[in-house]
């Protein structure tokens, strides 16, 4: 047990994670020359390379593929352990990671409210926050991400949840668009617009389209982009219209406003469904009080921007 260094499990788990020496180096907040003599040690440890030059990167060796789920179990097993428990949990010294998964509509308007009361509490508390191409609760599961902010998928009953706010669509359009003058935005008119339509996965046919349809109305979709900020962009430059998330406006007036960037937006002029936001995490994660209060934090500053929803 002398010779036992969990430095290394940790080492172990951002490089096969990174699979880089500067990218587990970043993570450790160590130098490249530190996580290369590190990797060594590793490499004498496992009787293993671990990682293997290929190219201009690194891939894992088959023994480093076996190992990767398990070490990144025991690590996380490690750090629990190690953690204090909520009556002697000191905020303000607290030294953790913790990753946040969101979409970009998130990054845009509260990443930063949520960052500011973080770091304002845990000083040493370090926040990264990762790209959210889909609705997969496997990262969760498997400890990748911490915790998400978004809409609930179906494929993960065992996930926990917690309503932040109820959300809607806005139209959104650039300031002095034909659209927002008299008589304004009427179904006939709405549908009439060329539109920039927000979908990760390519999908344009939303709630909308739905509410239209039974109008005997169709819109004409010109542009479609991964995110909604990608959206206002083209709107505040064009005569395209798109749809956005009310809640990227926080709880300012509606009809008429200009918001920010040259834009306007407007209430939808036929009712489409709401959707609910929410935080998700595993329900390994229920009693840690570390976790606890990083959603707590989060939840907090969520229902504050939006406490009227």
């Keep these: 047990m002398n010779d036992l260094d969990l430095n290394l499990l940790v ?22 020359s530190a996580m290369s003599r590190t990797l060594a040690r590793l490499r004498a440890a496992t009787a293993d390379p671990l990682l293997v030059r290929a190219g201009r990167g690194l891939v894992p060796t088959p023994r480093a593929t076996e ?18 428990q909520i009556s002697d949990l000191d905020i303000a010294s607290l030294e953790l990671t913790f990753t946040i998964r969101a979409s970009e509509a998130f990054m845009e308007f509260l990443a930063a409210p949520v960052v500011a009361a973080i770091t304002h509490a845990a000083p040493r508390v370090r926040l990264r926050f990762a790209p959210k191409p889909d609705k997969d609760a496997a990262p969760l599961r498997e400890g990748l991400i911490d915790l998400e902010i978004g809409v609930l998928g179906g494929s993960a009953p065992e996930i926990r949840t917690q309503s932040l706010f109820q959300d ?48 005997g109305l169709k819109r004409a979709i010109r ?20 749809l956005v998330p009310r809640s990227c406006f926080g709880n300012k007036p509606a009809n008429g406003h200009e918001i920010s960037s040259g834009l306007a937006r407007f209430e939808i002029p036929f009712p489409t469904p709401a959707f609910m936001i929410s935080a ?12 606890r209060w990083l959603r707590d934090a989060v939840m907090s500053v969520c229902r504050a921007a939006y406490s009227t929803r």
Excluded: K
């Design 168 to 215: 809607s669509f806005i139209g959104v359009a650039r300031v002095g668009h034909a659209l927002l003058t008299d008589p304004g935005a009427t179904p006939e008119r709405y549908a009439a617009c060329g539109h920039v339509v927000a979908s990760r996965d390519g999908n344009v046919v939303q709630s909308v389209d739905d509410a239209l349809a039974t109008l």
């Design 11 to 32: 080492a172990l788990d951002a490089l096969l994670a990174e699979g880089s020496v500067t990218g587990a180096a970043r993570r450790l907040r160590l130098s490249a």
């Design 223 to 242: 542009v479609v982009v991964p995110g909604y900020p990608d959206a206002m962009r083209i709107a505040s430059q064009s005569d395209l219209v798109t």
């Design 67 to 84: 190992l990767r789920e398990r070490v990144h179990a025991l690590t996380r097993d490690v750090q629990a352990v190690l953690r204090p």
């Design 280 to 291: 998700m995490w595993h329900p390994r994660m229920d009693a840690d009080p570390a976790h």
